[in-house]
Structures are given as C-alpha cells and as structure tokens.
C-alpha cells in the first residue's frame, strides 16, 4: 500500500504467483485482505497441503505474532486467527512451522528464559483440548546466544522422532 512503518520502513504484504505444470510462473499478484491488514504482513509457514498458512503480523521487531489462516473451498482465505497465549506472547514471535499431519509446530519466540536472542520452541496439538500445549525450548544443542529466526520443517520420520 506504499505506507511505511515508524522507522520509516514500507509495511510488508503477501503477494502469491501460479504456474501450470511446467509453465512460466504468473505475475506476483497481492493476496490482499483478509491476510493483508495495514501492518507487517508476512508468510513464514505453509501447511504440506498448501491449504493453511502461517503468517507474521507486527508492527515493529519488538511487536509481532504468528497467525494461521486456511483457504476455503472456494479458493478464498478465511481471516487470519492468532494462535494461543502459550505461543504469541507479548514479545516477539517471528516464524513458525507445520508438521505434514498440522499437529506439531516449531516456532521461533524471543521471550526470557531462552538461551540466547531468539529461540526455537516446539509444541503440539492437544485434540481432547482443541489447542496447542505448552511449548517446550528445544535446548541448547541447537539454540545458541545468538539468533535462530527462521525454521522450516521437512517432514522425515527420522527428524520428527528426533524432535518430538
């Protein structure tokens, strides 16, 4: 929308492209509302199935949640849905990631406690509670002092029975 943020910088959105088969990919086009709101909109997760999707919301790097939206038959987007308390807290919560069953997700959080800037953390989806359980650390091994802000999940039987 070519307005920008306080430090002067333009607010993100989600734009998406299509390609038949083999063929030449369209021209990015502006996924719009309800996924694109007036702040920093951003994908940083995307079910195996493509049908839900993860996405940054903030207004600033101290200020930012991850969302989850699922596209509807029709091919529309249902309006983007803030995940628990346990995950988006009031620090800033910038990536997250999907299991091929959508029943794990591994996220990335700068709340304290952690080792280091930000952290990688795990939880799972509790059906009997219809919500995700309390997030666990997933330890120093792979969490440093420094920042680990990006994850993305490739579903093997042999890093999920590492990880979970």
Known sequence: GGKTDRLDRYYEDVYYSERESEGEWSQAKNIG?????????ATVGLAPDGKSVLTYQGVNSKDGNVLITKQNPDGTWQ???????????????SSATLSFDEKTMI??????????????YITKWNDADSAWGDPTNIG??????????G???????????MII
Do not use: A, C, W
Request: charged letters at 25%; zero cysteines; aromatic letters at 8%.
């Open 33 to 41: 509302e309800p996924i694109n709101t007036s702040t920093h909109d």
């Open 79 to 93: 309006t983007p849905k803030t995940l628990s308390d346990k995950i988006n807290t009031k620090h800033h919560e």
């Open 107 to 120: 996220f990335v959080s700068d709340k304290p406690g952690g080792y280091g800037q930000h952290d990688i």
């Open 140 to 149: 120093g091994t792979i969490n440093t002092r420094f920042e680990e802000k």
């Open 151 to 161: 994850v993305f999940l490739h579903y093997t039987s042999l890093l999920m029975d």
